[in-house]
């Protein structure tokens, strides 16, 4: 097929499984609780039940405009990404001479240039699907902090829909979290273009990355500090 090699199957295999992988390992239980994902699902829980204590909650739509803007930021780059891609697949032959020239590049086939192009084109559609859905759930999340009543005259249903925006605020950060982890591994699908064992490494290299910025970087410690703080002043 295409000229697929058993490297090539082998590292495109590697690539998906290592993806899927860590997108359900990095949100799942088997992560544990000190994790970006984990401890910033509950900064929001904690930053919901301060905004039940404002009248004025012009801060709360504030930072969900700028989250919501981020995520539409993202969702338009992955549009003019996918526009560049289609483009090289309608001038493959000239992109095939001009990848050639390069000293690190391995071609093959014109058909297996055309796979690995519209594999990427795959990454980033994933990507602009899950940066789109971010920021219509970030969207939703304003309109029910908005629709809370004024910290005086606070109810049950308030206190329930503050908790509920929450959840639909954690739920769009794993969809943006996803867009973003594409981009990384639609970054080291670009190695392919130079050898499959290329691939294969480079996704390696990407796990360690996410994996070391989610799970045990300088932000995450500070984050946590920040709990405990606020925990001990209690």
């Given amino acids: 097929m295409a000229d697929f090699s058993t490297y090539d199957y082998l590292a495109i295999i590697w690539f998906f499984l290592c993806w899927i992988g860590y997108n359900r390992y990095s949100e799942s239980a088997l992560a544990g609780e000190e994790n970006l994902v984990t401890v910033m699902a509950e900064r ?10 404002r009248d004025n909650r012009i801060v709360d ?3 969900l ?6 995520a539409s930021f993202f969702a338009s780059t992955s549009i003019l990404v996918l526009a560049g891609l289609i483009a090289v697949l309608g001038a493959t032959d000239k992109a ?9 590049s391995a071609i093959g ?18 990507a602009f699907f899950k940066f789109g859905w971010a920021m219509r759930q970030l969207n939703y999340c ?4 908005g629709a809370v009543g004024p910290a005086a005259d606070l109810s ?21 979290n996803r867009g973003i982890r594409a981009y990384y591994f639609g970054l080291a699908l670009l190695a392919w273009h130079i050898h499959p064992i290329a ?29 405990l703080t606020g925990e001990a002043s209690k």
């Fill in 61 to 63: 739509i504030q930072i």
């Fill in 109 to 126: 086939s014109r058909e297996l240039w055309e796979i690995k192009i519209l594999t990427l084109i795959v990454v980033f559609v994933y």
């Fill in 142 to 145: 304003a309109i029910m902090v």
């Fill in 65 to 70: 405009r700028g989250l919501s803007k981020s």
């Fill in 96 to 104: 095939i001479e001009l990848v050639r020239a390069l000293p690190v």
């Fill in 199 to 227: 691939l294969m490494a480079s996704t390696l290299i990407v796990v360690l990355v996410l994996y070391r910025r989610e799970f045990h970087s300088r932000t995450l410690r500070f984050i946590l500090q920040d709990q």
């Fill in 156 to 176: 049950d249903a308030d206190r329930k829909r503050a908790e509920n925006a929450a959840k639909v605020s954690t739920i769009a950060s794993l969809h943006s």
């Fill in 44 to 53: 929001r829980t904690a930053w919901m039940r301060q905004m039940l204590l």
